[in-house]
T-cell receptor, first 108, second 113 residues
């Protein structure tokens, strides 16, 4: 069964701190993995996309990693800002599969 | 350049009723996909339209149907609404030749009472 598991379900961090979100998947065959940011009441916006051969991809303060052997990905947020408060969704394409998301709350 | 737009923003219906949600894709895009996102969950794929035909479908009953118009806009219809249909309905558009790159609309929040 194609599944995408994200952890933690939610987290709270102080402004300026770093955090790392995890995504484990069992989707096969694997085509690519995306991280989306979804602000409350808005549609998801793509942050990064990685294919099988890519280990890391950065987009500003967001850095995604991919280990295709262990089928794990992470999204690291550096020097968090209040605007980073959102849900972060991991999406794996082969059979398109969405994770449930991690809700990040950044507090001043 | 307009992004993906959806209407209405919010909708309240009662069980058994029917609802139609609308989506206009990003300018230049020809493919529209619909997703259902329950509270606290990731989006679930409903179906995808290209060239006015349903091309792919997720695990949703026939109560969920759609349509794509010649101008690439799309409608999602849900019949015989159930309480469990309450969710955020997202529309995403893309180019069929670049289907990996989807742009999401803001969604329609449907509440079934």
């Amino acid at each position: 069964k194609n599944q995408v598991e994200q952890s933690p379900q939610s987290l709270i961090i102080l402004e300026g701190k770093n955090c790392t979100l995890q995504c484990n998947y069992t989707v096969s065959p694997f085509s690519n993995l995306r991280w989306y940011k979804q602000d409350t009441g808005r549609g998801p916006v793509s942050l990064t996309i990685m294919t099988f051969s890519e280990n890391t991809k950065s987009n500003g303060r967001y850095t995604a990693t991919l280990d295709a052997d262990t089928k794990q990905s992470s999204l690291h947020i550096t020097a968090s800002q209040l605007s980073d408060s959102a849900s972060y969704i991991c999406v794996v394409k082969g059979q398109l599969s969405f994770g449930a998301g991690t809700t990040v709350t950044v507090r001043a | 350049d307009a992004g993906v737009t959806q209407s209405p923003t919010h909708l309240i219906k009662t069980r058994g009723q029917q609802v139609t949600l609308r989506c206009s894709p990003k300018s230049g895009h020809d493919t529209v996909s619909w997703y259902q996102q329950a509270l606290g969950q990731g989006p679930q794929f409903i179906f995808q339209y290209y060239e006015e035909e349903e091309r792919q479908r997720g695990n949703f009953p026939d109560r969920f149907s759609g349509h794509q118009f010649p101008n690439y806009s799309s409608e999602l219809n849900v019949n015989a609404l159930l309480l469990g249909d309450s969710a955020l309905y997202l529309c995403a558009s893309s180019l069929v030749v670049a289907a990996d790159t989807q742009y999401f609309g803001p969604g329609t929040r449907l509440t079934v009472l």
